[in-house]
Protein backbone atom coordinates (compact mmCIF):
# COMPACT_ATOMS: atom_id res chain seq x y z
CA UNK A 1 0.00 0.00 0.00
CA UNK A 2 1.80 3.47 -1.03
CA UNK A 3 1.61 6.33 0.85
CA UNK A 4 0.61 9.57 0.81
CA UNK A 5 3.40 11.82 -1.13
CA UNK A 6 4.16 15.25 -1.60
CA UNK A 7 6.70 17.03 -3.60
CA UNK A 8 8.58 19.22 -3.72
CA UNK A 9 9.99 19.24 0.65
CA UNK A 10 11.00 22.03 0.59
CA UNK A 11 11.08 25.54 -1.82
CA UNK A 12 12.08 28.95 -1.22
CA UNK A 13 9.40 31.51 -3.58
CA UNK A 14 9.86 35.24 -3.72
CA UNK A 15 6.66 37.81 -2.99
CA UNK A 16 4.71 37.74 -6.23
CA UNK A 17 5.61 34.65 -7.55
CA UNK A 18 3.16 31.57 -8.85
CA UNK A 19 4.18 28.16 -6.70
CA UNK A 20 2.46 24.76 -7.45
CA UNK A 21 2.74 21.95 -4.36
CA UNK A 22 1.84 18.32 -5.55
CA UNK A 23 0.71 15.27 -4.05
CA UNK A 24 0.02 11.57 -4.54
CA UNK A 25 -3.07 10.27 -2.33
CA UNK A 26 -2.70 6.36 -0.75
CA UNK A 27 -3.84 4.14 -2.75
CA UNK A 28 -7.84 3.33 -2.99
CA UNK A 29 -8.31 6.93 -1.60
CA UNK A 30 -10.89 9.27 -3.27
CA UNK A 31 -10.83 12.62 -1.47
CA UNK A 32 -7.67 14.87 -0.60
CA UNK A 33 -7.65 18.12 1.60
CA UNK A 34 -5.21 20.31 1.64
CA UNK A 35 -3.51 22.10 5.09
CA UNK A 36 -2.05 25.17 5.87
CA UNK A 37 0.28 24.88 9.71
CA UNK A 38 2.05 28.01 10.46
CA UNK A 39 4.73 27.27 12.71
CA UNK A 40 3.81 26.77 16.50
CA UNK A 41 -0.03 26.51 15.07
CA UNK A 42 -2.46 24.13 14.17
CA UNK A 43 -3.29 23.04 10.29
CA UNK A 44 -5.99 25.59 8.80
CA UNK A 45 -7.99 23.91 6.12
CA UNK A 46 -7.67 25.35 2.98
CA UNK A 47 -10.20 22.75 0.49
CA UNK A 48 -11.29 19.18 -0.27
CA UNK A 49 -11.40 17.37 -3.17
CA UNK A 50 -13.80 14.66 -3.95
CA UNK A 51 -14.01 12.50 -6.98
CA UNK A 52 -12.30 15.93 -9.08
CA UNK A 53 -14.64 18.40 -7.54
CA UNK A 54 -14.12 20.78 -4.54
CA UNK A 55 -16.82 19.99 -1.83
CA UNK A 56 -15.26 22.57 0.64
CA UNK A 57 -13.26 25.21 1.37
CA UNK A 58 -12.37 26.82 4.43
CA UNK A 59 -11.10 30.53 4.70
CA UNK A 60 -8.35 31.18 2.31
CA UNK A 61 -8.68 33.77 -0.74
CA UNK A 62 -9.02 32.78 -4.36
CA UNK A 63 -5.62 32.73 -5.23
CA UNK A 64 -5.68 29.53 -3.73
CA UNK A 65 -6.77 26.57 -5.85
CA UNK A 66 -6.53 23.31 -6.78
CA UNK A 67 -6.89 20.49 -9.13
CA UNK A 68 -7.92 16.25 -8.26
CA UNK A 69 -6.51 13.96 -11.24
CA UNK A 70 -9.01 10.97 -11.72
CA UNK A 71 -5.76 9.28 -10.58
CA UNK A 72 -6.74 11.16 -7.66
CA UNK A 73 -3.28 13.07 -7.54
CA UNK A 74 -3.75 16.54 -6.31
CA UNK A 75 -2.44 20.16 -6.96
CA UNK A 76 -2.02 23.06 -4.54
CA UNK A 77 -1.52 25.92 -6.57
CA UNK A 78 -0.89 29.68 -4.93
CA UNK A 79 -0.70 32.89 -6.64
CA UNK A 80 0.85 36.25 -6.10
CA UNK A 81 2.62 34.45 -2.98
CA UNK A 82 2.80 36.79 0.18
CA UNK A 83 5.08 36.80 3.25
CA UNK A 84 2.48 35.18 5.35
CA UNK A 85 1.79 32.08 2.96
CA UNK A 86 5.24 30.80 4.45
CA UNK A 87 4.14 27.87 6.01
CA UNK A 88 4.34 24.08 5.76
CA UNK A 89 1.26 22.81 3.46
CA UNK A 90 0.16 19.12 4.16
CA UNK A 91 -1.84 17.37 1.90
CA UNK A 92 -4.06 14.19 3.37
CA UNK A 93 -5.98 11.81 1.65
CA UNK A 94 -9.05 9.89 3.36
CA UNK A 95 -11.83 7.47 2.23
CA UNK A 96 -15.31 8.92 1.71
CA UNK A 97 -18.29 6.25 2.32
CA UNK A 98 -17.99 3.11 3.40
CA UNK A 99 -19.43 0.96 5.97
CA UNK A 100 -17.22 1.07 8.74
CA UNK A 101 -15.24 4.35 7.63
CA UNK A 102 -13.67 6.32 9.94
CA UNK A 103 -12.54 8.72 7.50
CA UNK A 104 -9.19 8.88 8.68
CA UNK A 105 -6.93 11.67 7.32
CA UNK A 106 -3.31 10.12 6.05
CA UNK A 107 -1.22 12.88 5.58
CA UNK A 108 1.91 13.63 3.60
CA UNK A 109 5.01 14.84 5.02
CA UNK A 110 4.52 17.66 3.87
CA UNK A 111 6.25 20.88 1.68
CA UNK A 112 7.71 23.34 3.72
CA UNK A 113 7.63 26.79 1.49
CA UNK A 114 9.32 30.07 2.39
CA UNK A 115 8.13 32.97 0.46
CA UNK A 116 10.98 35.85 1.10
CA UNK B 1 -19.46 26.46 12.96
CA UNK B 2 -17.34 24.08 14.21
CA UNK B 3 -14.73 24.66 16.84
CA UNK B 4 -11.93 23.12 18.07
CA UNK B 5 -10.78 24.46 21.46
CA UNK B 6 -7.17 22.85 22.97
CA UNK B 7 -6.73 25.19 25.89
CA UNK B 8 -2.96 23.73 27.08
CA UNK B 9 -0.35 25.43 24.84
CA UNK B 10 1.88 23.22 27.04
CA UNK B 11 2.06 20.00 29.06
CA UNK B 12 5.17 18.19 31.13
CA UNK B 13 4.45 15.09 32.43
CA UNK B 14 7.25 12.48 34.23
CA UNK B 15 8.50 9.57 32.19
CA UNK B 16 6.06 6.31 32.75
CA UNK B 17 2.97 8.73 34.35
CA UNK B 18 -0.17 9.52 32.37
CA UNK B 19 -1.57 12.78 31.26
CA UNK B 20 -4.38 13.97 29.96
CA UNK B 21 -4.46 16.41 26.72
CA UNK B 22 -7.81 18.43 26.66
CA UNK B 23 -10.03 19.21 24.17
CA UNK B 24 -13.59 20.77 23.75
CA UNK B 25 -15.67 20.77 20.21
CA UNK B 26 -18.60 22.76 18.84
CA UNK B 27 -20.96 21.38 16.56
CA UNK B 28 -24.80 21.24 15.70
CA UNK B 29 -24.39 18.16 13.55
CA UNK B 30 -25.51 15.16 15.49
CA UNK B 31 -23.03 12.98 13.49
CA UNK B 32 -19.78 13.65 13.69
CA UNK B 33 -15.98 12.06 14.16
CA UNK B 34 -13.26 13.17 16.73
CA UNK B 35 -9.22 12.53 16.13
CA UNK B 36 -6.60 12.66 17.73
CA UNK B 37 -3.14 13.20 16.20
CA UNK B 38 0.82 13.87 16.92
CA UNK B 39 2.88 15.85 15.10
CA UNK B 40 6.63 15.15 16.01
CA UNK B 41 9.54 17.49 15.35
CA UNK B 42 9.99 15.87 12.11
CA UNK B 43 6.27 17.18 10.91
CA UNK B 44 4.66 13.89 9.90
CA UNK B 45 1.08 13.95 10.97
CA UNK B 46 0.18 10.93 13.32
CA UNK B 47 -2.77 8.98 13.55
CA UNK B 48 -3.74 8.26 16.99
CA UNK B 49 -6.98 7.56 17.89
CA UNK B 50 -10.83 7.86 16.68
CA UNK B 51 -14.58 8.43 18.44
CA UNK B 52 -17.81 8.47 16.63
CA UNK B 53 -20.85 10.87 17.70
CA UNK B 54 -22.42 7.49 18.09
CA UNK B 55 -20.31 5.17 19.61
CA UNK B 56 -21.17 4.12 22.93
CA UNK B 57 -17.90 2.92 24.28
CA UNK B 58 -14.93 5.30 25.27
CA UNK B 59 -11.91 4.55 22.38
CA UNK B 60 -8.61 3.10 23.22
CA UNK B 61 -5.75 2.24 21.38
CA UNK B 62 -2.98 0.80 23.12
CA UNK B 63 -1.33 3.28 25.64
CA UNK B 64 -3.65 5.79 24.57
CA UNK B 65 -7.72 6.01 25.51
CA UNK B 66 -10.59 9.31 24.65
CA UNK B 67 -12.29 10.08 27.26
CA UNK B 68 -15.45 11.42 25.47
CA UNK B 69 -18.31 13.48 27.54
CA UNK B 70 -20.65 14.08 24.61
CA UNK B 71 -22.94 16.47 26.58
CA UNK B 72 -19.96 18.10 27.47
CA UNK B 73 -19.05 18.33 24.18
CA UNK B 74 -15.09 16.97 25.31
CA UNK B 75 -12.72 14.47 23.93
CA UNK B 76 -9.56 14.41 25.95
CA UNK B 77 -6.75 12.24 24.97
CA UNK B 78 -5.01 10.36 27.79
CA UNK B 79 -2.05 8.74 26.95
CA UNK B 80 -0.86 6.22 29.98
CA UNK B 81 2.97 5.14 30.79
CA UNK B 82 4.10 8.23 29.48
CA UNK B 83 7.28 7.47 27.23
CA UNK B 84 10.41 9.97 26.29
CA UNK B 85 9.09 8.96 22.68
CA UNK B 86 5.61 10.60 23.20
CA UNK B 87 6.99 14.35 23.34
CA UNK B 88 5.29 16.01 20.42
CA UNK B 89 2.68 18.35 19.29
CA UNK B 90 -0.85 16.85 19.88
CA UNK B 91 -3.96 17.72 17.56
CA UNK B 92 -7.45 17.33 18.54
CA UNK B 93 -9.37 17.25 15.04
CA UNK B 94 -13.18 16.88 14.38
CA UNK B 95 -15.02 16.33 11.22
CA UNK B 96 -18.79 17.65 11.13
CA UNK B 97 -20.59 14.99 9.33
CA UNK B 98 -19.64 11.60 7.94
CA UNK B 99 -16.44 10.40 6.14
CA UNK B 100 -16.05 13.04 3.33
CA UNK B 101 -16.78 15.95 4.81
CA UNK B 102 -13.74 18.32 6.00
CA UNK B 103 -11.75 17.93 9.36
CA UNK B 104 -10.40 21.00 11.01
CA UNK B 105 -8.01 20.87 13.44
CA UNK B 106 -7.42 22.13 17.24
CA UNK B 107 -4.27 24.99 18.01
CA UNK B 108 -2.55 21.74 19.38
CA UNK B 109 -0.96 21.12 22.72
CA UNK B 110 2.97 20.30 22.90
CA UNK B 111 3.79 17.78 25.36
CA UNK B 112 7.17 17.47 26.95
CA UNK B 113 7.90 14.33 29.03
CA UNK B 114 10.79 14.68 31.16
CA UNK B 115 13.08 11.47 32.08
Known amino acids: ETGVTQSPTHLIKTRGQQVTLRCSSQ?????VSWYQQALGQGPQFIFQ???????GRGNFPPRFSGLQFPNYSSELNVNALELDDSALYLCASSLAGGPSNTGELFFGEGSRLTVL | AQKITQTQPGMFVQEKEAVTLDCTYD???????LFWYKQPSSGEMIFLIYQGSYDQQNATEGRYSLNFQKARKSANLVISASQLGDSAMYFCAMREGPPGFKTIFGAGTRLFVKA
Open chain 1, 27 to 31: SGHNT
Open chain 2, 27 to 33: TSDPSYG
Open chain 1, 49 to 55: YYREEEN
